[in-house]
């Protein structure tokens, strides 16, 4: 009895752990949006770009939004050359560039393929969710949780799929 206690805290601890990802994870593919959308925008003039102060402790790291993707940036010092690509698949794109202690490292992420991955979650709990009310109605009807064979008249599995329907205590 005690096990079974502990099972089904650790399901319902799971349940609610992954539904509250996939809420975050929304959160995540809205804004990977908003950023997409604003990234094809017209940028400020040079004029009006704040001015970057470089005394600061190495290494910094940036993120940038360029027209279609984002830049993941990692300095250190101030004195390396233009990055040379080493890796490109699909648009994703890393490339670095180093002279003697400054190196620069950059990890070019297409939008579309941050969306696709912050939206895998929100999809599938929805889904999830989708299956467990159609289960959940099918059983206040008396219809097979499966298949939705009507069981009122049968007895132990259902005649179309072989599910055993739960037995409800009370």
Known sequence: MCQAVWVFRMRRFRHIFLNLAGVMSAFLFIATIILWARSYRHPRSA?????????????????ISNPGRLTFCRQVGKDWPSPQRQFEFLGLEFARGSNGKSSLINLLIPYWMLSLA??????????????????????????????????????GRCPECGAIPEQTAG
């Open 47 to 63: 004029g009006e770009a704040d001015s970057v102060d470089f005394t600061y402790t190495d290494p910094l790291y940036w993120l």
């Open 118 to 155: 912050t939206a895998m979650l929100p999809a599938q709990r929805l889904s999830a969710w989708r299956v467990a009310r159609r289960a959940r109605q099918r059983k206040r009807l008396g219809l097979c949780t499966r298949c939705g064979y009507d069981l009122r008249a049968s007895s």
